[in-house]
Antibody, heavy 120, light 106 residues
Framework: QITLKESGPTVVEPTQTLTLTCSFSGFSVSTNGMRVGWFRRPPGKALEWLAL???????RYRPSLGNRVSIYADTSKDQVVLTMTNMGPEDTATYFC????????????WGQGTTVTVSS | YVLTQPPSVSVAPGQTARVTCGGD??????VHWYQQRPGQAPLLVLY???GRPSGIPERFSGSNSGNTATLTISRVEAGDEADYYCQIWEPGADHLVFGGGTKLTV
């Protein structure tokens, strides 16, 4: 069974750095074709993609985030970690991780999500 | 690359709902569709324009032609009420792009 689960702080103060962990089981991020991504949905707004890491450690980021976001995989722990710097109120959202084993098949398994509120 | 969806679609139970996703020459792209019910994670309902993942009812179907991809839900049920998103992988940049989402009201 393939599962993913997000974890991290529920509240972050403005200007702080957010670190979220996606812990997964049932697959390896190093398998050819595999990719794990981070996504979020702010209240009242649409789902948006943030970052993606590929089986070969290639990485892609949402252009509008500039260098605020980074992603890495800890293959020894079966985890993918997202960091986002200089958090602001507009970053309040539910954050999800999801995997895709091939671009043709879409994002076939998602975590349950974790809600992050940016507030002092 | 921009994907354009209508903000809302309303349909009576038992009828057919069609959710569109517009994009420049989208027929050359591989389009995926996700359902997101309130308070839940997104769920893949169609992959590669018209493929149905295991467990997705046959009532969900898709097409992709010209500048429009379409998710069709036949015999709509109350449980289909959700937000629906189309998504592609942007060629070259390998970025993911989502449409703005469509709220389906039953």
């Amino acid at each position: 069974q393939i599962t993913l689960k997000e974890s991290g702080p529920t509240v972050v103060e403005p200007t702080q750095t957010l670190t979220l962990t996606c812990s997964f089981s049932g697959f390896s991020v190093s398998t050819n074709g595999m990719r794990v991504g981070w996504f979020r949905r702010p209240p009242g707004k649409a789902l948006e993609w943030l970052a993606l890491i590929y089986w070969d450690d290639d990485k892609r980021y949402r252009p509008s985030l500039g260098n605020r976001v980074s992603i890495y995989a800890d293959t020894s722990k079966d985890q993918v970690v997202l960091t986002m710097t200089n958090m602001g109120p507009e970053d309040t959202a539910t954050y999800f991780c999801a995997r895709s084993h091939d671009y043709y098949y879409g994002l076939d398994v998602w975590g349950q999500g974790t809600t992050v509120t940016v507030s002092s | 690359y921009v994907l354009t969806q209508p903000p809302s679609v309303s349909v009576a139970p038992g009828q057919t709902a069609r959710v569109t996703c517009g994009g420049d020459d989208i027929e050359t792209k591989t389009v995926h569709w996700y359902q997101q019910r309130p308070g839940q994670a997104p769920l893949l309902v169609l992959y590669a324009d018209r493929g149905r993942p295991s467990g997705i009812p046959e009532r969900f179907s898709g097409s992709n032609s010209g500048n429009t991809a379409t998710l069709t839900i036949s015999r709509v049920e109350a449980g289909d009420e959700a937000d629906y998103y189309c998504q592609i992988w942007e060629p070259g940049a390998d970025h993911l792009v989502f449409g703005g989402g469509t709220k389906l009201t039953v």
